[in-house]
């Protein structure tokens, strides 16, 4: 059964290929959803699938790509919609 997490993550987050390192992820994983910079400076992202896929995209926010210095993951249960694809956002 498929699970949905909406997640923040702080630090130094932008301007380090944060977002296209963590659609390249989401695809491997096989969850769908949509990342996105965020006007004060956070990465925002949502996630849905198989709890274990979901779960290790949460554990690789944590750490981001290289050069990323992620200080905090804020996680939010959500109520899945059936997305499909995985894409980056425009700025939000």
Do not use: K, Y
């Amino acid at each position: 059964m498929a699970i949905r997490r909406r997640v923040v993550v702080q630090g130094r987050v932008q301007g380090v290929g944060f977002r296209m390192a963590c659609e390249h992820a989401a695809r491997i994983h096989r969850v769908t959803g949509w990342v996105r910079n965020r006007r004060d400076g956070q990465v925002e992202a949502v996630f849905e699938g198989e709890p274990v896929e979901v779960a290790a995209m949460l554990e690789w926010c944590r750490q981001g790509p290289p050069g990323a210095a992620v200080t905090g993951v804020d996680v939010v249960e959500e109520v899945p919609e059936g997305l499909s694809g995985f894409r980056v956002a425009a700025t939000g």
